[in-house]
């Protein structure tokens, strides 16, 4: 039976009153657990100031934030929303990192409160973090070249999976079939880990070597950041092989690719210059915009309406809102020392 508006408020409000509600009605969907968007709240990791940061998702104001000690790097959000998972990294950066890190802070979303951590000892430095529609999480920890399959609930590794190269980022297909783990420069392939089977099962060639990596919603494509050539790797998903590249205009040093939720547009942002490019993905050879956002952009989070993007600026403590569907900056805000990534939920 479909609801009427009307009728939809007073289910929420019936069971706000019972104490029962936990997200808002008509919450965003999106195929790619990785990849939700929503109008709850917007969660912002802040690597440089060692802290998770809670802001307005609509007029970008701080609400509070927690001190984790060390740099915090990646985040992923359960399938109910309830819980933020967060790859507590180390004091250093990839390559430097003396005192690496081996916990992941647990956040409950209500209360923007820390309620734990994951230990994921002996492996150190957990760094790509990813979830799949069950909530079992998935973290590359590059300093022991593993990718671990853990059990949030229980605290618990259930596996830890060679992939020989110092796994960076890593792309988890939406159905938790398969994982793609990007190398950065130590190994020239990508590690292509089946995760029902639990063992990497192929290397796709990457002579520069690999940064960003992003699953499409539907499945069928990842997208590869080269880490020496401005372009991207098009890898399809059902023979595991690159079967196009697409060079980036206006860029040094790409970084990150995403997709929207919905699957019709692509961001990638530039570590070495202040750019971002905005790509349709039905058409990844088609005319590219390229925006000037902040110093040493990172991470790229997409909000609810369908034509908001932030971009992390990463040197510089601001984010850039970027309005993809007409193809400028809106504006910006201050956030944080450095923030690395963020979520909508």
Known sequence: ??????????????????????????????????????????????????????FTPDSYKELSNIDVGVKPHEIAISPDRKTAYVSVYGDGIYGNNPHPGHTIAIIDLASRQMTGTIDVSPYQAPHGLMIDSHGVLYVTCDLSRKLLIIDPHKRTIEAAIDTEGTGHFLAVLPDASKAYVANKNDKPFISVIDLKARKMIGRIPAPNGTEGIAAAPDGKQVLAVDFGVPQL?????????????????????????????????????????????????????????VLTVGKVPMGISFAADGRTALVMNHGEGTVSVVDFKEGRVAGKFDAGTGIENAAYY
């Open 233 to 289: 790797f098009v890898i399809d998903t059902a023979t595991d092989k690159v079967v196009d590249t697409v060079p980036l205009k206006g860029a040094d040093g790409e970084f990150r690719v995403k997709y929207s939720p919905d699957g019709s547009e692509v961001v990638t942002t530039a570590l070495n210059s202040p750019v971002a490019n905005l790509l349709k993905a039905s058409d990844l050879h088609g005319e590219q915009i």
């Open 1 to 54: 039976m479909k609801l009427h508006s009307w009728q939809k408020f007073v289910l929420i409000v019936a069971a706000c009153a019972a104490g029962t509600c936990t997200v808002l009605a008509d919450a965003p969907k999106s195929a790619d657990p990785n990849n939700i968007t929503g109008t709850h709240g917007l969660i912002l990791v802040d690597k440089l100031g060692s802290r998770i940061r809670f």
